[in-house]
């Protein structure tokens, strides 16, 4: 099984700042990642597939990088819509997700 | 517009069987796989299996394989996640998706509480 691990597994950070998410894979899983964003109480929302490509409808705030095991989801200058937790997920082999990562605002 | 939407709460005994349901609309339900994601309380994801319904090709989580039933009916552009006895750690929000790149298209949530 590939394992997904994130960190940090919260953050807070102030709005306008830049707000960095790491992804680890157990293995190379290539660019089969996706990113989503989770606000309590409602589904997940894809922002980002095969680790760098912006879902249609996602603010350009939002990027995604990285090939192999390492990933990082960028917020260029977190927003207060911007609270939640945020997902990875691999899709190389089968799906895992990580463990989540909650946003909150400083 | 692309929509997935499930069925309602649930209330259930430990033992009871159980089957809730995913409407699709908007795309052609043949053409994707689509599936079912597990949220316990308080807790992250989880891929519970997903069904490819033009042929009913079924892949499950280890971890779920024969604790659920996952199926289709193309005529009702319909997918199901079905328990026979279910448990008290059943507890949970479970999602249906479409897959694609990612999980792009999410059902509404159904919350099935087991006590």
């Known amino acids: 099984d590939i394992q997904m691990t994130q960190s940090p597994s919260t953050l807070s950070a102030s709005v306008g700042d830049r707000v960095t998410i790491t992804c680890r894979a157990s293995e190379s899983i290539s660019i089969w990642l996706a990113w989503y964003q989770q606000k309590p109480g409602r589904a997940p929302k894809l922002l980002i597939y095969k680790a760098s490509r912006l879902e249609s409808g996602v603010p350009s705030r939002f990027s995604g990088s990285g090939s192999g095991t390492e990933f990082t989801l960028t917020i260029t200058s977190l927003q207060p819509d911007d609270i939640g937790t945020y997902f990875c997920q691999q899709y190389h082999n089968y799906w895992t997700f990580g463990q989540g990562t909650k946003v909150e605002i400083k | 517009e692309v929509q997935l939407v499930q069925s309602g709460a649930e209330l259930k005994k430990p033992g009871e069987s159980l089957r809730i349901s995913c409407k699709a609309s908007?795309?052609?339900?043949?053409?994707?796989?689509i599936g079912w994601v597990r949220q316990m309380p308080g807790k992250g994801l989880e891929w519970m299996g997903f069904?490819?319904?033009?042929?009913?090709?079924?892949r499950y989580n280890p971890s779920f394989q024969g604790q659920v039933t996952i199926s289709a009916d193309k005529s009702i552009n319909t997918a199901y996640l079905q328990w026979s006895s279910l448990k008290a750690s059943d507890t949970a929000m479970y999602y249906c998706?479409?897959?694609?790149?990612?999980?792009?298209?999410w059902g509404q949530g159904t919350t099935v509480i087991v006590s």
């Open positions: 069904i490819f319904p033009l042929d009913f090709d079924t």
């Open positions: 998706a479409r897959l694609r790149d990612g999980l792009d298209v």
């Open positions: 908007g795309y052609s339900f043949t053409r994707d796989w």
